[in-house]
């Protein structure tokens, strides 16, 4: 089945015993030979509290080296989380303490820091997990372009303009109703990030400030965990309009299992439900716009059944399967549009 007929069909059918077995054995060749990139987990401010030992299988959270091998991941984008956003919050230091969290990794058989896609296909290759630093808000840069060069030189390489508030660079989402956009300073940082080769992530900002990164960037932008505004209107989702918007520019929308960008407290939150998101978005921006971002270790509670850590995560390809998607393009989905991204931007 093509693409096409896939996106139109979206839906289960009655399958046989025979039918299931058949599915399965595809969708574990599939998802074995794709290069799985998750392009936003949370699980580093756990590594930074030394909560849990990220080399060890735990009952606790989402993600760990073990789960995420049983899930068949290649590749995790370990976001750094601004925990005091309350000014002065000394953002340099506490990027500083993330840094060194990251870099603990190393020491771990079997990870591989990675700052481009090739050394993530290389990682791949030798049967690791290559982990890629990522600062979700621009609290960290204290208002200095020179504390932006000096932490892609020690290994940034995505950057979140901002969290839900305001910062020195942009609005966020929960800011909206201010129509405000980026601050000189925040168009500064996103020069500089095309000139420097670090991915600009518009998950967070705000309507405003999402069309003037759009229109300002000649490089592919990311949205590394949203959904779709379209199937649940929540103020963190993205319009059809910016979904394209996206597209255009090369980059691609990763889409979040967090339950609360797709339904209140009374839904049905559901793999189902993570996979309605992720058609939208291939019907809206093609094959090449969607990928995936978890989002785990970032919330607690309503996982989507039965998609509840990062090891369930063949369940994901088993069930895209099942709703016609062909095995090219869920390889996209996958992992091969974050790749064809890290290409284009880090090198």
Known sequence: MDLKSALSLNKKKEETAEDRELLLERAQEIHAESIVVDGHVGTLFDVLLKSREFGERSEKGHVDLPRLKEGGVKCVVLSAFPFDRTYPIRGVKTGLEYVDAFRTLSTLPGVVLAENASQVEAAAKEGNVAAILSFEGGEFLDG???????????????????????????????????????????????????????????????????????????????ASHSNCHKLYAHPRNLTDDQIRAIAETGGVVAVSFNPDYMGDEEAEVTLGTVCDHIMHVMEVGGEEAVAIGSDFDSFRGREPEPLTSVDRLPLLTEELLRRGVPGKTISLILGGNWLRVMRAVLG
């Open 144 to 222: 200095s372009i020179e504390s932006l060069r000096m932490f892609h030189r020690l290994g940034l390489r995505l950057l979140g303009l901002t969290w839900n508030e305001r910062n020195a660079l942009a609005d966020g989402a929960a800011e909206s109703g201010t129509r405000g956009g980026l601050t000189r300073f925040g168009r500064a940082v996103v020069r500089e990030c095309a000139d420097l080769g670090i991915i600009v992530d518009v998950s967070h900002i705000s309507e405003a400030g999402f069309w003037d990164v759009v229109e300002m960037t000649e490089q592919p932008v990311v």
